[in-house]
C-alpha cells in the first residue's frame, strides 16, 4: 500500500512538565463586558509557557501548579476583541483573574473554524489534517492566481497552465489529493461558494467534465487566511466534500490597509504583466467593519512551440502566406482582470451580529486552437485527407442539385503543393469557390471568453444563552460569454464571418441555510440546521452563423464556427434543480485534561431528480504524552451530478495522433438516444467511504504531522472514451438539435460506470527556532498519492482514460521551504519537486522535475517594502516532447508546472495601520 505525506501548521502544546510541577494556580473567567455573562469557548493561553485551554459553560478555565512570578494570558473568542491581561502567580494560592471581552470584529488567525461546528480550534487539535495558510503565505510570491499560490504551498492541490484547450483555459481546473475539481466543497466564510458555469472538457484527464468553482476570482489581497480541510466531510457540508473543504476567510478590520503593484515576465519572454492591488478597513458603526479589497491586472500571451512539420512543408514549398509558430502552445492573454471584495459586519446588539460579503470579478481570456492546414483539414480545406482540395459548386449550392453545374476542376495535392493550374481556375471562375481564396496558408482560431463573476452572502447570527444560532442566504452566479476569431463556418462559403459570438454558459447557485450550535456541558457540543439550494445552469443561444447549416454544407463543408460551433436554439437552454438538506453533529471531549475528543456527524440530503442519500462521520483524537497525539475519520460522501453534466452538449477539435489530423469530438447528454445506444442512462450521485487516520508531534519549536488517507469511490462521474459516430448516428443527434454532428467524427458522454481508489500519505513538518536569529523558519511539505480504476466497463473506459485517471497528475510532490529575516532584508527560498506524469496529448509519460523559488524583500521605513524574487527562478523547463513537430508543442502540454521557464518579478507594497 503506498501513501501520502501531508500537514499544517500552528499548535497549542499541552502543558509542559516543567511547568505542571510548580505550585501556584490561575483562575481565568471571561466575561461578556456588556452583559458580564460567562462566555463559554474561549480560548485561554499563557503565549509564553506555552500552556492553554477553553473556557467552561460559565467561561471559567483552571490552570494549576504554576511557577511563582508574573505570566502573560491572551484571550480570544470569535466575535470579540482578543484580550491580553498580566498575572502574578503565589506559590500556594489561586489567582483569580477576570477578562471582559468586547465584541468586535471577527479574529481567528492560528484557529480554525472548518471540520467543526463546535469551539474553534488550532489545526493540531484537530480531529482531521487542515492547513491553516495566512495571507503571508499567498502574497510571499510573485502569482497573484490564488489558485498558482495554492499550487505553491501545499503539495496535495495541483493546478496547471493549460497551453492549448477550450474552456479549460479561461477557468483552469484544479485537483486536490488526485480528485476531481468538484470533489472539492469551496467556502467563503463558511459559506458554500457557487460553482463556475465552465465545464472541463479538456482538461489534465482527471479533471475532465468536472463543473467545479472559479477561485482565480478571489484576490488574495482579500484573504486574512486560507483553511484546507484534507478529509472527506459530506456528511458535514454537503455534496462534492469528498477531496475536502476549502474555507476562505476574508479579512475584516475595521482599520489600516494595503496597497501593492506587482510586475513581472517570463525570462525568455511572454508572460509580461502587472497587478495592482488593495485593501483598506473601514469602521461601521461602533464595533462593526467594512473591509474592501480590489484588484486590477492584465498578462501577456507566451509561446514556447516549434513549426508544425506540416507548415514547415508548406513553408518550403513556396506558401508564404504561413505563420511561424503556425500554432502556438503557451500562457492565454490575460486582460481587464477585476476583482472587487467587500466584507461586512455590524452588530445589531450585544448578542447578535448581521454580516455579509459580496464580490464582482470579470475578465477576458484569449488563447488559440489548434492550426487549420490549408491541404488537409477536414471540411474546409478538403474531405479526402488532403489527397485533393474541397471544391464548393455555388451553382450547385443555389438551386440545391449536387449535379455540377459549374463544372469546377479537381485540384490534386502533390507533396504539399496543390496543382497550381487547376487551383488557378478555381480561384478565376465566380461559380467554384475554395477556402485558400480567404486563408491561402490555413488559420489558427483564436478562442476565449469573457468571464463575469459575482455573489452577494448575508445574514445573522447571535448568541441566547448556550445556543448560538445563524441564518444566512447566498446568491452566486457566473458566466462565460464565448467568442471566437480567425475562424469560419465553412457551410456558408464567402459570405461566412470570421468572428462569432457562439453562446453562453451560466452557473446561477442560491442556498438558505439555518444553523445551532448547543453547548450542553464542558463536554458536549451539538449543532444541528437546514440547507435549501437551487443550481440553474444555463446555455445561451449562439449567433445565427455560428451554428447554422450553410448551402455547401451538402457537400461536405462544414456547418457551425469552425473550433467552437455555437449554441443552436434546441441545444440552448435553462436546468435547474433544487434539493433539501438536514444535518446534526454531535462533539464530546474531555473538559478536564483535554486529551481525548470524539466527533460524529450525520446528513440526509434529497434532490428533486434523482433521490435522496443519508452520509454520516466519526472522527477522534487522543493526546498521549510527550507532544503526541493520534487522529483519525472514518466517514460516507457522496457527489450529484450537476444540470450542466447531466444536459451540456460541446464540440471540441483534437489532435488524432493515429490519424495525424484533427477530429471533432463531440460530448452529449448521457440521455441522448445516441448515447443510450453505447450505454448511457441518466446520471446517479457518486460515493464515497473515506477513511483517515494520523498523527500529531510537538516538541518545542518542532511540528510535524503525518496523515494517511484512503477514498473510496463508487458510480463515480466521469467522461467515457470516445466512440466513432456512424451516419445514422450523425442524422439522430441533428435531429436532437445538434446541427454541427454532420461534421463530428467522434462523441463521449458522461457515465457513473466505475470506481476508483485513491489512497496516500501526506505529511508537514516546520521548525522555527527562537534561539536562532533573524527569525528563520524551515518547513517541509510532502504527498504522495496514488489513484487505481477497481472496476469499470471496458465499452466504456479505454486504455488511456484509464491511465489519464491514474497517472494523469504526479503521484508524488514536496516544497521544502526556509525564511530568514535580519534586520530589515527577510529572505525565502524554495524548492519543490514534482514526480512524473503521464500526458495522453503526447502519449507519453514525462519525468518529473526540481524547481527553485527566490525572494529578497527590504523595509524601507515602516510602511513601505520593496521585494525582488523568481518563481523557478533557475529556468527549468520539462523535458522536450520528441515528437514536438507533430503539433508543434515542444513541451508536454500537461506540465504540472507549465512550461514557460522562469518568471521574474518586482513587487512595492505598503502598509498602514
Same mark, same amino acid.
Given at each position: 500500500m503506498r501513501t501520502i505525506l501531508l500537514a499544517a501548521a500552528l499548535a497549542l502544546p499541552v502543558a509542559p512538565a516543567e511547568v505542571l510541577a510548580q505550585s501556584g494556580g490561575l483562575d481565568v473567567i471571561v466575561l461578556n463586558a456588556g452583559t458580564g455573562a460567562g462566555l463559554p469557548r474561549a480560548q485561554v493561553t499563557l503565549p509564553g509557557l506555552g500552556y492553554g485551554g477553553i473556557t467552561d459553560v460559565e467561561g471559567h478555565f483552571h490552570m494549576p501548579n504554576l511557577r511563582s512570578g508574573p505570566v502573560a494570558v491572551e484571550v480570544r473568542l470569535l466575535g470579540y476583541g482578543i484580550a491580553q491581561r498580566e498575572a502574578t502567580i503565589v506559590d500556594d494560592s489561586v489567582v483569580v483573574l477576570e477578562v471582559p471581552l468586547t465584541r468586535t470584529v471577527i479574529s481567528v488567525a492560528g484557529l480554525v473554524a472548518v471540520g467543526s461546528r463546535s469551539r474553534p480550534r488550532t489545526v493540531t487539535e484537530s480531529m482531521v489534517p487542515i492547513d491553516a495558510i495566512p495571507p503571508s503565505e499567498l502574497l510571499g510570491q510573485g502569482d497573484t492566481d490564488i489558485d498558482d499560490l495554492l499550487r505553491t504551498t501545499i503539495p496535495s492541490y495541483n493546478v496547471n497552465p493549460q497551453a492549448v484547450g477550450d474552456a479549460a483555459r479561461i477557468i483552469r481546473p484544479a485537483n486536490l489529493r488526485g480528485l476531481a475539481p468538484d470533489h472539492t466543497l469551496v467556502l467563503v466564510n463558511g459559506k458554500r461558494r457557487h460553482r463556475a458555469a465552465v465545464i472541463t472538457w479538456s482538461g489534465n484527464g482527471v479533471a475532465d467534465g468536472a463543473q467545479g468553482p472559479d477561485l482565480s476570482s478571489i484576490p488574495a489581497i482579500a484573504l486574512r487566511q486560507v483553511e484546507v480541510l484534507r478529509d472527506g466531510a459530506s456528511a458535514q457540508y454537503g455534496s462534492d466534500a469528498i477531496a475536502g473543504v476549502m474555507n476562505f476567510h476574508l479579512k475584516d478590520a475595521r482599520s489600516g490597509g494595503a496597497l501593492e503593484v506587482r510586475g513581472g515576465g517570463f525570462g525568455e519572454g511572454g508572460g509580461e504583466g502587472y497587478t495592482i492591488s488593495g485593501n483598506t478597513g473601514l469602521p461601521l458603526g461602533a464595533t462593526g467593519f467594512a473591509n474592501l479589497s480590489a484588484e486590477y491586472g492584465r498578462s501577456n500571451s507566451s509561446s514556447r512551440s516549434v513549426q508544425r512539420a506540416d507548415a514547415a512543408l508548406l513553408v518550403s514549398r513556396g506558401n508564404t502566406h504561413v505563420r511561424d509558430p503556425a500554432q502556438v502552445w503557451g500562457a492565454p492573454e490575460i486582460e481587464d482582470d477585476l476583482k472587487l471584495w467587500g466584507n461586512f459586519g455590524y452588530f445589531l446588539g450585544s448578542a447578535t451580529k448581521a454580516y455579509a460579503h459580496a464580490n464582482l470579478a470579470s475578465q477576458r481570456v484569449t488563447g488559440g486552437f489548434f492550426y487549420r492546414n490549408p491541404n488537409t483539414r477536414s471540411g474546409v480545406f478538403s474531405l479526402d485527407g488532403g489527397e485533393t482540395l474541397l471544391i464548393g459548386d455555388l451553382l450547385d449550392a443555389q438551386d440545391g442539385i449536387l449535379d455540377g453545374s459549374a463544372g469546377c476542376p479537381v485540384v490534386r495535392v502533390t507533396d504539399g503543393l496543390p496543382d497550381p493550374a487547376a487551383l488557378q481556375q478555381v480561384l478565376s471562375d465566380p461559380n467554384c469557390f475554395t477556402f485558400q481564396e480567404l486563408f491561402p496558408g490555413g488559420f489558427t482560431p483564436q478562442f476565449g471568453g469573457d468571464v463575469r463573476d459575482a455573489s452577494l452572502v448575508a445574514g445573522v447570527e447571535g448568541q441566547v444563552g448556550r445556543l448560538h444560532w445563524d441564518v444566512s442566504g447566498n446568491y452566486g452566479e457566473n458566466e462565460v460569454?464565448?467568442?471566437?476569431?480567425?475562424?469560419?463556418?465553412?457551410?456558408?462559403?464567402?459570405?461566412?464571418?470570421?468572428?462569432? =459570438?457562439?453562446?453562453?454558459? *451560466?452557473?446561477?447557485?442560491?442556498?438558505?441555510?439555518?444553523?445551532?450550535?448547543?453547548?450542553?456541558?464542558?463536554?458536549? =457540543?451539538?449543532?444541528?440546521?437546514? +440547507?435549501? *439550494?437551487?443550481?440553474?445552469?444555463?446555455?445561451?443561444?449562439?449567433?445565427?452563423?455560428?451554428?447554422?447549416?450553410?448551402?455547401?454544407?451538402?457537400?461536405?463543408?462544414?456547418?457551425?464556427?469552425?473550433?467552437?460551433?455555437?449554441?443552436?436554439?434546441?441545444?440552448?437552454?435553462?436546468?435547474?434543480?433544487?434539493?433539501?438538506?438536514?444535518?446534526? =453533529?454531535?462533539?464530546?471531549?474531555?473538559?478536564?485534561?483535554?486529551?481525548?475528543?470524539?466527533?460524529?456527524?450525520?446528513?440526509? @440530503?434529497?434532490?428533486?431528480?434523482?433521490?435522496?442519500?443519508?452520509?454520516?462521520?466519526?472522527?477522534?483524537?487522543?493526546?498521549?504524552?510527550?507532544?503526541?497525539?493520534?487522529?483519525?475519520?472514518?466517514?460516507?460522501?457522496?457527489? /450529484?451530478?450537476?444540470?450542466?453534466?447531466?444536459?451540456?452538449?460541446?464540440?471540441?477539435?483534437?489532435?488524432?495522433?493515429?490519424?495525424?489530423?484533427?477530429?471533432?469530438?463531440?460530448?452529449?447528454?448521457?440521455?441522448?438516444?445516441?448515447?443510450?445506444?453505447?450505454?448511457?442512462?441518466?446520471?446517479?450521485?457518486?460515493?464515497?467511504?473515506?477513511? /483517515?487516520?494520523?498523527?500529531? &508531534? +510537538? *516538541?518545542?519549536?518542532?511540528?510535524?504531522?503525518? =496523515?494517511?488517507?484512503?477514498?473510496?469511490?463508487?458510480?463515480?462521474?466521469?467522461?467515457?472514451?470516445?466512440?466513432?459516430?456512424?451516419?445514422?448516428?450523425?442524422?439522430?443527434?441533428?435531429?436532437?438539435?445538434? #446541427?454541427?454532428?454532420?461534421? !463530428?467524427?467522434?462523441?463521449?458522454?458522461?457515465?457513473?460506470?466505475?470506481?476508483?481508489?485513491?489512497?496516500?500519505?501526506? #505529511?508537514?513538518?516546520?521548525?522555527?527556532?527562537?534561539?536562532?536569529?533573524?527569525?528563520?523558519? !524551515?518547513? !517541509?511539505?510532502?504527498?504522495?498519492?496514488?489513484?487505481? #480504476?477497481?472496476?469499470?466497463?471496458?465499452?466504456? &473506459?479505454?486504455?488511456?482514460?484509464? *491511465?489519464?485517471? @491514474?497517472?494523469?497528475?504526479?503521484?508524488?510532490?514536496?516544497?521544502?521551504?526556509?525564511?530568514?529575516? &535580519?534586520?530589515?532584508?527577510?529572505? !525565502?527560498?524554495?524548492?519543490?519537486?514534482?514526480?512524473?506524469?503521464?500526458?495522453?496529448?503526447?502519449?507519453?509519460?514525462?519525468?518529473?522535475?526540481?524547481? #527553485?523559488?527566490? +525572494? /529578497?524583500?527590504?523595509?524601507?521605513?515602516?510602511?513601505?517594502?520593496?521585494?525582488?524574487?523568481?518563481?523557478?527562478?533557475?529556468?527549468?523547463?520539462?523535458?522536450?516532447?520528441?515528437?514536438?513537430?507533430?503539433?508543434?508543442?515542444?513541451?508536454?502540454?500537461?506540465?504540472?508546472?507549465?512550461?514557460?521557464?522562469?518568471?521574474?518579478?518586482?513587487?512595492?507594497?505598503?502598509?498602514?495601520?
Open positions: 460569454d464565448f467568442f471566437i476569431f480567425n475562424t469560419v463556418n465553412a457551410s456558408l462559403g464567402r459570405a461566412t464571418p470570421t468572428e462569432f =459570438d457562439p453562446g453562453l454558459y *451560466r452557473q446561477v447557485d442560491i442556498d438558505l441555510h439555518v444553523d445551532a450550535a448547543y453547548t450542553v456541558s464542558d463536554m458536549l =457540543d451539538l449543532a444541528a440546521g437546514v +440547507e435549501w *439550494r437551487d443550481e440553474h445552469f444555463t446555455i445561451g443561444i449562439g449567433q445565427d452563423e455560428s451554428w447554422t447549416l450553410g448551402r455547401l454544407a451538402p457537400q461536405g463543408f462544414s456547418a457551425g464556427s469552425n473550433g467552437f460551433p455555437g449554441f443552436s436554439p434546441i441545444a440552448a437552454g435553462d436546468w435547474r434543480r433544487t434539493n433539501t438538506a438536514f444535518y446534526a =453533529d454531535a462533539e464530546l471531549r474531555d473538559y478536564r485534561n483535554d486529551r481525548w475528543t470524539l466527533g460524529g456527524a450525520l446528513r440526509f @440530503e434529497n434532490f428533486e431528480d434523482f433521490g435522496s442519500t443519508l452520509n454520516g462521520k466519526l472522527a477522534g483524537r487522543y493526546a498521549l504524552t510527550g507532544g503526541l497525539a493520534l487522529r483519525g475519520s472514518l466517514s460516507t460522501g457522496f457527489r /450529484a451530478p450537476t444540470p450542466g453534466q447531466q444536459n451540456a452538449f460541446n464540440v471540441s477539435t483534437l489532435f488524432d495522433r493515429n490519424l495525424g489530423d484533427l477530429v471533432n469530438s463531440g460530448t452529449i447528454p448521457s440521455t441522448s438516444r445516441v448515447a443510450a445506444l453505447r450505454g448511457g442512462l441518466p446520471l446517479d450521485a457518486e460515493k464515497s467511504r473515506n477513511f /483517515a487516520a494520523g498523527a500529531v &508531534l +510537538e *516538541r518545542g519549536d518542532f511540528l510535524l504531522t503525518a =496523515d494517511y488517507f484512503r477514498v473510496a469511490l463508487f458510480d463515480r462521474i466521469a467522461l467515457t472514451q470516445r466512440f466513432n459516430l456512424t451516419p445514422d448516428e450523425q442524422t439522430r443527434l441533428v435531429e436532437e438539435g445538434i #446541427v454541427s454532428a454532420r461534421n !463530428l467524427q467522434e462523441f463521449r458522454f458522461f457515465t457513473n460506470d466505475f470506481s476508483t481508489r485513491t489512497q496516500g500519505l501526506d #505529511v508537514v513538518a516546520t521548525y522555527a527556532p527562537a534561539s536562532l536569529a533573524g527569525g528563520t523558519a !524551515l518547513s !517541509l511539505a510532502f504527498n504522495h498519492t496514488q489513484t487505481r #480504476v477497481t472496476t469499470f466497463d471496458p465499452d466504456k &473506459l479505454d486504455d488511456t482514460r484509464i *491511465r489519464q485517471l @491514474e497517472e494523469g497528475l504526479p503521484g508524488t510532490r514536496w516544497i521544502l521551504t526556509g525564511k530568514h529575516a &535580519l534586520g530589515r532584508v527577510s529572505l !525565502l527560498g524554495r524548492l519543490s519537486y514534482y514526480a512524473g506524469w503521464f500526458d495522453a496529448r503526447d502519449d507519453l509519460s514525462y519525468p518529473g522535475a526540481h524547481l #527553485v523559488d527566490l +525572494e /529578497a524583500s527590504w523595509s524601507i521605513g515602516e510602511s513601505l517594502t520593496f521585494t525582488a524574487g523568481g518563481q523557478n527562478a533557475l529556468n527549468r523547463y520539462p523535458e522536450e516532447n520528441p515528437g514536438a513537430t507533430f503539433s508543434g508543442n515542444r513541451y508536454g502540454p500537461g506540465s504540472p508546472f507549465g512550461s514557460n521557464g522562469g518568471f521574474y518579478y518586482l513587487r512595492l507594497a505598503y502598509r498602514w495601520d
